[in-house]
């Protein structure tokens, strides 16, 4: 199991691994300030000359199976900025027992910033996955998290018929909830996307939350980019805002043509992690 610490308990499992990455800002920019690494996740910072800081996630057994555990941990200092990408998209395969879990705990100071802007993960047939994103922000922080799912390769010929597929958010500022959901599908995943309240027969979709005072300022290019497969909404928490944009696709690549501007819009001068591509 992972706790709120992210230390592992589990007797047998083919992966573990635990990561965490802290960094302040120090002589004008962002600093790397302390690097732990655990098991088969790994962090790597390409060399940049302003802020942001980058960090590449990398789990080195490629993919995750039932009884597979992988934690990262990411805290910016006051007035720091970083954004975290992943090297590849994470395959999520067959289950024979058990479920494969990601714990995702980000912490920003007062003034700070994160990216949280990893790529896709792909679904597998007959997979069970749990991811659990928490975020803490200050007073005075912002953030911009995405997660993009896939049930499926089509170009491989490939699609997650069957499985179970859970993600729970939670968000708080200033000690404050500002965002939870809980998603879960399975185990009959096609028939459940098929529906026509669901996602009329969409493979892909991806959730895009920003927590900035900049946010309604965005909404309409945001929406203009999003198109009719999807949308996005602004409200007022705290002393900040909040927009949520939900897209869906009937594949992977197309998810990512309208993901890639809508990460440039919103993610502003720091634009696009170096390692995405159409």
């Given at each position: ?10 007797p ?11 960094c ?18 790994k ?6 000359s ?28 006051a ?28 912490t ?6 994160v ?30 998290v ?5 049930f499926g ?18 968000v708080?500022?200033d ?26 027969g969409?493979?892909?979709?991806a ?28 409200w ?43």
């Open positions: 199991m992972i706790g709120h610490d992210l230390t592992f308990v589990a047998a499992q083919r992966v573990a691994g635990t990561a965490r990455l802290a302040e800002r120090n002589g004008g920019r962002t600093r790397l300030r302390r690097l732990y690494q655990d098991g088969s996740a962090i790597r910072m390409p060399a940049v302003a802020d942001p800081l980058e960090a590449v996630l990398i789990n080195t057994a490629g993919g995750l199976t039932g009884g597979d555990r992988l934690g990262w941990q990411v805290d910016v200092g007035g720091a900025c970083a954004s975290i990408t992943t090297q590849a998209c994470e395959k999520i395969y067959r289950a024979a027992a058990d479920r494969a879990e990601v714990r995702v705990k980000l920003v100071g007062a003034g700070g910033r990216a949280w802007l990893p790529q896709e993960t792909i679904i597998f047939d007959r997979s069970a996955f749990a991811r659990r994103l928490d975020l803490e922000l200050a007073a005075g922080a912002e953030a911009l995405l997660e993009a799912t896939v390769r089509l170009a491989m010929g490939e699609r997650a018929a069957y499985g179970n597929f859970q993600d729970r958010w939670r708080s500022q000690g404050a909830l500002v965002h939870a959901e809980d998603f879960r599908i399975g185990p009959d995943i096609a028939t459940i996307l098929g529906r026509s309240a669901v996602a009329g969409a493979i892909a979709m959730t895009v939350l920003m927590i900035s005072p900049r946010v309604e300022a965005l909404l309409d290019p945001a929406r203009e980019i999003i198109g009719g497969q999807g949308d996005a909404s602004v007022s928490v705290k002393k900040s805002g909040k927009l949520l944009a939900r897209l869906f696709a009937e594949d992977g690549y197309q998810l990512r043509k309208r993901l890639v501007p809508l990460v440039e819009l919103l993610n502003g001068r720091a634009g696009l992690p170096k390692l995405w591509s159409l």
